[in-house]
C-alpha cells in the first residue's frame, strides 16, 4: 500500500521560505515521476514542481527561480524547497507519485496516481 505523507507547511511572512517534505513509503521500485501540486479553494489542483527518475525538472512559471524539487532515493523522500514566498502562494500543497509510467506532461494530474493528503502554506 503506497503512502505519500506530507510535512513542513506552516505560516511565513512574505519574502521567506520553507521547505515541504514527502516521504513515500510501500513500493519497492522508484517511481516514475514524482511531483508537487497546490490547490487554492475551490480551484482544481495544479502542477508545481516535478522530477522524473532520470533527474529531469519541471516548474510552474509562477514558481520558476524561486522554488526548488529535489528528492532523496535513499530516504524516500521528495522536497520543494519554496523561497521568496508571496501571497499568492497561500494553498494546500500536495506531493504526488506515478509508479506506473504515465505519459502525461508531469505537472499534469492525469499523470499521477498517488496522491498525499496535503499540507498547508500559508503565507501573509
Known amino acids: 500500500h503506497v503512502q505519500l505523507v506530507e510535512s513542513g507547511g506552516g505560516s511565513v511572512r512574505a519574502g521567506g521560505s520553507l521547505r515541504l517534505s514527502c516521504a513515500a513509503s510501500?513500493?519497492?521500485?522508484?517511481?516514475?515521476?514524482m511531483g508537487w501540486f497546490r490547490q487554492y479553494p475551490g480551484k482544481e489542483r495544479e502542477g508545481v514542481a516535478a522530477?522524473?527518475?532520470?533527474?529531469?525538472?519541471y516548474y510552474a512559471d509562477s514558481v520558476k527561480g524561486r522554488f526548488a524539487i529535489s528528492e532523496d532515493n535513499a530516504k524516500n523522500t521528495l522536497y520543494l524547497q519554496m523561497n521568496s514566498l508571496k501571497p499568492e502562494d497561500t494553498a494546500m500543497y500536495y506531493c504526488?507519485?506515478?509508479?506506473?509510467?504515465?505519459?502525461?506532461?508531469?505537472?499534469?494530474?492525469?499523470?499521477?496516481?498517488?496522491w498525499g493528503q496535503g499540507t498547508q502554506v500559508t503565507v501573509s
Open positions: 504526488a507519485a506515478d509508479t506506473y509510467g504515465g505519459t502525461w506532461h508531469p505537472l499534469s494530474r492525469g499523470r499521477y496516481n498517488y
Open positions: 510501500g513500493y519497492t521500485s522508484s517511481s516514475y515521476c
Open positions: 522530477i522524473e527518475s532520470d533527474g529531469s525538472t
